[in-house]
């Protein structure tokens, strides 16, 4: 199904929009520019009529009458000069006297007089609009001057400058020029809006191009596809979240592959150490039941101790799977309590020594006996104690020692497994906490499950401790960590 390009079509609809709006916002101002400009301008022309009226028509007005002969002269005058031209005769409060004007009807009887001594005052310099007295309520441009008798004030001479003919012609032509002014504003705004569009589909599509030209190359495969160039804004917080997306992305796949391929060797590495032992119980035990009268009881009770051996590896490894497995799930919790390790590392010792013995190799251990109590789990640490012994055990031959060392350290006690053996090469030292990590150099039987270091460092990381290691080949290698005391743990 095809997308639609919803973001295109709200993009024009907002310019269409802005366009139409402004090309009446133009239209209307240029109107209203062109209106004042055209009556400033006749306004201006103008000013001087109503002074001229005053020179020309004396006598009319004395202040109490308005002589009707010398009103015969002002319609006469005003006629011949200019017909569209209004003129009325106030007296001294704005009331309307006596008027001389053609069509519409006189509708007001008094003429507000202060725009008239603002004109005055002005001496007509300043642009300014009276009262229409055919139209109340609208304004006009107009000229004013004050009529005197015998060198008194007495009253006003008000124009009307076009009056209604002028409104007529402005009526008239006022359409026409709309068109034409509207028509060259869109014009105008279409261009605008063509230009801006432009820049704002470039500036956008150039950006969006990049970002799906990312999101393609990452879809198809290429994980390490990043949006580039794409900084600020909107669009420069959408390249940020899916550069910071992808690499999350990214690692999680590694670290899926990564167990994935754990897993697959762990399945493989189980499945051949169970199948070694399982298959050499099952050829003894047939052996024992096909050949029970032909074998001596020698050869019988070297078979049974095969048979025993076998199985106490297998059940070595079955059980240091489900130990990892729990620890790896977090289904086994801490139980800590105050531990003295002198009394743990002394039993490690002394069950480890008759083992030890067959080999000819020593087991010693070094402790003061005013060492604080610590806080641990003491199953877990004793079995952590027992994976190390059994790693340097296995790397031992005759005439080598194993040390178990405790030493004070401040606010901690620090516990030291050490041994003379064959050591750790540099280049396995930084594997051998690894699942299913065995020595390179050591035969099927004292290999072990390989799970033996990956579940002391499971529970050193349960304790919240580091274990540390260092090893020189033909000379040793040193375990070490350290458990917090009382007071310490105390007070975490």
Known sequence: MKTKNTLFYQIAGILILIFVVLALL????SLKVSEDYHNEITQGLNRNVAKYIVEEVQGLYNGDSVVAAKMGDLMHHIMATNPATEVYLL???GNILKHVAMDKEVKASKIDLEPIQQF????GETYIKGDDPKLPGEKKIFSAAPYTYEGEKVGYIYTIVG??????LLDKHQGSYIRKLSVRNMLYGLLAALIISLLAIYFLTRNFNKITTAFKSFQNGNHDARIKGVKSGEMGMLARTFNEMAGTIQNNIIKLQSVD???KELVANISHDLRTPVASIRGFVET?????DELSEADKERYMQIVLKDSDRLKKLVD???ELSKLEAKQRELNAEPIQMAEIIQDTADKYRILAKEKGISINTIYSKDLPLVYGDIALIDRALQNIIDNAIAHCENGDVVTLDLSRNEDEVKITVADTGSGISADELPHIFDRYRKGKFLTDSEKGSGLGLAIVKKIMELHKVKIHV???INKGTQFFFSLPTQNKYSSI
Do not use: C, H, P, W
């Open 261 to 263: 391929q754990l897993r």
């Open 163 to 168: 009056g209604n003919d002028y409104d007529s």
């Open 320 to 322: 240091d799977l489900f």
């Open 120 to 123: 005055i005052a002005a001496d």
């Open 91 to 93: 007296d001294l409060e």
């Open 26 to 29: 133009f239209t209307q101002t």
């Open 470 to 472: 260092n090893s020189v």
């Open 288 to 292: 024992l039941m096909i050949k029970k």
